[in-house]
């Protein structure tokens, strides 16, 4: 069955890095793209980014872009993102996410995120 | 950036009463790319409809969707003791995604 493991969430201080990793097993991942969703805390969803299957389509929400860069090794079935610079308003669950019916043009990606992983907490704070 | 607005806030009702969920987009959004979720307490989201009206694989039918112009309406027919949760639109055509606020169907 499919499953998305997220990793690499904790502690930070503002001004710090922090990467996570998202593992992917029980389907072809050369075949999807793959994107980043977070949740802070009570709050509602926000989409910060994807990447195409070949990683040569990639978008960033304006509240993370030129902080975090997301990449993905489809040798090891797995995303990534790195996130710098970060802030309090960075603290949030976040998701990693595909579809299973979606298509990527240099436009940008498009299709709704049918599997998720169970997310990691990363907590920004002194 | 395509603003989705959800309405009402929070909606309080019954086992067994029909609820409605509404989503507005600030600007054009392509039903193809407009899609429902389900979110409960320390989970992630479900996907419950894309493409405005279709449902995901295992949905019950007492979910549905339409479409009418920027309007988008989620409908669940009979709500049951599973369904109380928080609801997400999305649109994910294009370059940028978003999601709506969020509406709480809470237990009346």
């Known amino acids: 069955q499919v499953q998305l493991v997220e990793s690499g969430g904790g502690l930070v201080k503002p001004g710090g890095s922090l990467s996570l990793s998202c593992v992917a097993s029980?389907?072809?991942?050369?075949?999807?793209?793959m994107s980043w969703i977070r949740q802070a805390p009570g709050q509602g969803l926000e989409w910060i980014s994807y990447i195409s299957s070949n990683g040569h389509t990639i978008y960033y929400s304006d509240s993370v872009k030129g902080r975090f860069t997301i990449s993905r090794d489809n040798a090891k079935s797995s995303l990534y993102l790195q996130m710098v610079s970060l802030r309090a308003e960075d603290t949030a669950v976040y998701y990693c996410a595909f579809a299973s019916i979606g298509y990527c043009r240099s436009a940008g990606c498009e299709g709704a995120p049918d599997y998720w992983g169970q997310g990691t907490l990363v907590t920004v704070s002194s | 950036e395509i603003v989705l607005t959800q309405s009402p806030g929070t909606l309080s009702l019954s086992p067994g009463e029909r609820a409605t969920l509404s989503c507005r987009a600030s600007?054009?959004?392509?039903?193809?790319?407009l899609a429902w979720y389900q979110q409960k307490p320390g989970q992630a989201p479900r996907l419950l409809i894309s493409?405005?009206?279709r449902r995901a694989a295992g949905i019950p039918d007492r979910f549905s969707g339409s479409a009418s112009g920027t309007d988008f309406t989620l409908t669940i027919s009979r709500l049951e003791p599973e369904d109380f949760a928080v609801y997400y639109c999305?649109?994910?055509?294009?370059?940028?995604?978003?999601f709506g606020q969020g509406t709480k169907v809470e237990v009346k």
């Open positions: 029980g389907f072809a991942f050369t075949d999807y793209y």
């Open positions: 493409g405005a009206s």
């Open positions: 999305q649109q994910n055509g294009g370059s940028f995604w978003t």
């Open positions: 600007q054009s959004v392509s039903s193809t790319f």
